[in-house]
């Protein structure tokens, strides 16, 4: 067992840190060309970019993305120390800015088509119709004017000629019935 050094890192073999080094020393400093970096690598981010996306499409847009990039700036890119890192780095920039121009063009398309179909807007009305007729003809006023329509205890008293703390009680009685009214429907 290796002794670990207080701000080290295990160097065993197998060791993280030790198969990376195994890595660098595989390979030249500076790769010779993009074509050599591109052929070595594309294997290997295909892979991880399809474990992130789940999907091959989007795995091979987004490397084809994240190599042009680095084409773009392969004089500046070859002379870096880690020109993978840059490389997954890139491809996962990539990614997200995809994932959020999918994710705001998803909620511009939510927004644009009509939330409520007819059928479920019918079928929902005829319940609260149902439910409503459940309710006697005080607790029902309360509940239409105050929950339904929006007015406050005050505005539905004055046009129901009664006090603003009966419409309260009432439209609280009426919410408890249509509570069990809609509990003994889906039992």
Known sequence: MAVIERGRRPQGAGSPVSKLEDRRDKRPHEEPTFEAFFERQQGDLFGALWLITRNRHEAEEIAQDAFLRLWERWDRV???????????????????????????????????????????MVESREMLVQALASL????????????????????????????????????????????????????
Not at 104 to 119: E, H, M, N, Y
Not at 136 to 160: F, I, K, M, N, Q
Not at 169 to 185: H, I, K, M, P, Y
């Open 78 to 120: 070859a002379m870096m120390d880690d020109p993978e890192g840059y490389l997954y780095r890139t491809a996962m920039n990539v990614f997200r800015s995809r994932a959020r121009r999918a994710s705001l063009a998803l909620r511009r398309v939510a927004r644009a088509s009509p939330v409520d179909d007819a059928v479920a």
């Open 136 to 187: 006697t003809p005080r607790e029902r006023a309360a509940v239409v004017l105050t929950d339904v329509l929006g007015y406050s205890s005050e505005e539905a008293g004055r046009w129901l000629h009664i006090k603003p703390v009966t419409v309260r009680v009432l439209a609280s009685r009426g919410r408890g019935r249509l509570r069990q009214e809609v509990s003994n429907d889906d039992a």
